[in-house]
């Protein structure tokens, strides 16, 4: 088994060399090259012993005293970068320079290590990393990323023990590690077993600097958990909201079930609630952590036998619907199943009919003008102001149409089908108004629109003040999105959003708006079209006033296969009492 010992942390930690390094074998400096250090800048941080990795070739027991003076009295030496060494005639053309650079030993070093990476070749990067070292080549940030990266990814114990070296070798090159590197170690340390060594990489990262990502904690949060340390767990959860973090479905599932594990019923609420307020439908991975939750012995223990209803229900007020956040009600066995939602809400397995949840109207007019923003930042702008006064001028519509998905048919363009749509829409709208029609200017240009029913079609559109089309160069989505948002009306299009546009928008309230305003489409020969409206109901985690829970997950959810749900509630509830 791998020996390890680490280095303590410095009063005054120099920006390049406080880190806790893990290395087999301890290796005094001599008392006669202590005189020679007190002359060095960085002398300081020597005054324990140093620890390197003796199998190594960069460290040899019997060269390390010279490897460390050498490089510590260099004083003068300058910061690695990949274009350190390039040619700098001020008469190169830029292609010249570039090719230069391209061609340098650092940029063939680079391209090179980018390749392993595309390949997860993990050994020829360390060849080549050890070759750079014997011919002097410098290595820039970049380099020592895409090695760490490597290192880290590999599931040996080479690359763990090599990624460690390669660390302290490019701290004392003196380049300047970011985000990206401290969390290569911190994942290496993970898979050396010591989550506490990658929970002090984040603290080493914000010493620097540097603000740590989600991903940074991942290392030390999933190593806590899988270790079952749960209180080790929620210290690094608690770091992450102190950076302005929130965890997402990975990191809540992982303390879920650490918490279920260690019986802290406690905290197994609160990811629960968690769950319910950022992702709102689960994964089959985080289902069955939740059902076998409801299955063990300690979720049958706690609980409390009788609760204050009027309580129960202020606390559904203040939150929307769905959910009271009074703790877990009711006690003994819990019956759990798998089950579907009908129609209009109600639980296929206990009959219990779940509810919609608000949305605040003040969060929509928040999100309409992050919209707007991104929208402008994205767009050229004086066209989606030119959009945003032109709807002001004819709104509000009852329902908008995404114009090119709703289209298509068959991998076809077909007017056909979406003047089907906006008939539709029209005799079901209360003001007998057509929907908003938004479609790019290529679509009313060229193709089917040039046959002489579908220019009529389109003519009739404009008159009636019902078709936008959008300019050169512009996304639909950004228009289609606003008017739906800005109406507060229903929104027609099979476009799941999932793509990097709307991941932009970065908010919970999207996904809650989405599911009360989206109106899917099935199109057949026979029947036409068929809308499918938004459920009356919130596919969200819901908890009842009689302590039951309703969990969705992402199984299912489309025109054809609904969505599974999970169904707890208490095998005696219907003998509780109530204050």
């Known amino acids: 088994m791998l020996h390890t010992r680490s280095l303590p942390s410095l009063a005054r930690p120099s920006p390049l060399f406080s880190f806790f390094v893990k290395f087999p074998f301890a290796v005094h400096l001599s008392n006669t090259c202590r005189p020679l250090l007190s002359h060095c800048a960085t002398a300081h941080l020597f005054t324990k012993p140093i620890l390197v990795n003796a199998a190594s070739p960069c460290f040899s027991m019997n060269k390390v005293s010279h490897h460390y003076l050498s490089t510590l009295c260099t004083a003068t030496r300058p910061t690695h970068d990949s274009h ?73 114990g080479l690359g763990l023990d090599r990624g460690f070296e390669i660390f302290r070798q490019m701290l004392m090159d003196k380049v300047v590690p970011n985000e990206a590197t401290f969390t290569s170690v911190a994942r290496i340390s993970a898979a050396m077993e010591d989550p506490e060594m990658a929970f002090d990489l984040v603290q080493q990262m914000k010493g620097f600097g540097i603000a740590p990502k989600l991903r940074s904690y991942g290392p030390a949060l999933f190593g806590f958990c899988e270790k079952g340390m749960a209180d080790r767990a929620y210290e690094v959860d608690s770091d992450m909201g102190a950076s302005g973090l929130v965890a997402e479905e990975a990191e809540l599932s992982a303390i879920l079930k650490v918490s279920a594990n260690a019986k802290r019923a406690d905290k197994v609420y609160e990811m629960m609630h968690r769950l319910r307020a950022t992702v709102r439908q689960v994964s089959e991975l985080t289902a069955e952590i939740i059902e076998n939750w409801f299955k063990c012995d300690e979720a049958a223990k706690v609980g409390e036998e009788t609760w204050d209803l009027s309580k129960v229900r202020e606390g559904i007020v203040k939150g929307g619907g769905g959910w009271h956040g009074q703790g877990w009600l009711g006690s003994g066995d819990w019956s759990v199943t798998r089950t579907h939602m009908d129609e209009t809400g109600i639980c296929h397995s206990c009959g219990e009919k779940l509810v919609c949840i608000d949305i605040d109207p003040k969060e929509t007019e928040n999100f309409a003008v992050s919209l707007t923003n991104l929208a402008c930042q994205r767009e050229v702008r004086a066209n989606f102001v030119r959009f945003q006064e032109w709807l002001q001028q004819r709104a509000p519509f009852d329902a908008v149409v995404d114009g090119a998905n709703v289209s298509m048919n068959q991998h076809n363009f077909s007017f056909f089908q979406l003047n089907s749509v906006v008939k539709k829409l029209r005799q079901m709208s209360p003001s007998k108004r057509l929907p908003l029609i938004i479609l790019h200017k290529n679509r009313v240009t060229g193709g089917p629109a040039q046959q002489l029913n579908n220019k009529k079609l389109i003519e009739i559109w404009k008159k009636s003040g019902a078709l936008y089309v959008t300019p050169p160069g512009s996304n639909d989505d950004w228009y289609w999105l606003y008017a739906a948002v800005t109406c507060k009306c229903l929104l027609v299009t099979n476009d799941e959003m999932r793509d990097h546009l709307f991941q932009l928008l970065g908010t919970s309230f999207f996904p ?5 305003h989206q109106v899917r489409l099935s199109f057949s020969s026979e029947c036409g079209p068929t809308l499918h409206m938004p459920p009356p109901y919130s596919n969200v985690l819901q908890e009842s006033e009689r302590g039951s829970w309703h969990v969705p997950t992402i199984t299912g959810d489309d025109v054809e296969s609904p969505r599974q749900w999970l169904c707890a509630l208490r095998a005696r509830n219907k003998s509780l009492h109530h204050i």
């Open 84 to 156: 350190a060494q390039l040619p700098t005639n001020s008469m190169l053309s830029n292609k010249s320079k570039k090719k230069a650079r391209y061609d340098s030993p650092e940029g063939v070093l680079r391209k090179n290590l980018d390749m392993c990476s595309k390949r997860g070749d993990m050994v020829e990067a360390l060849q080549l990393y050890n070759e750079a070292r014997r011919s002097g080549v410098q290595l820039s940030q970049h380099h020592y990323n895409v090695l760490l990266y490597l290192c880290s990814s590999s599931a040996g």
């Open 512 to 516: 809650r708006w989405k599911e009360k």
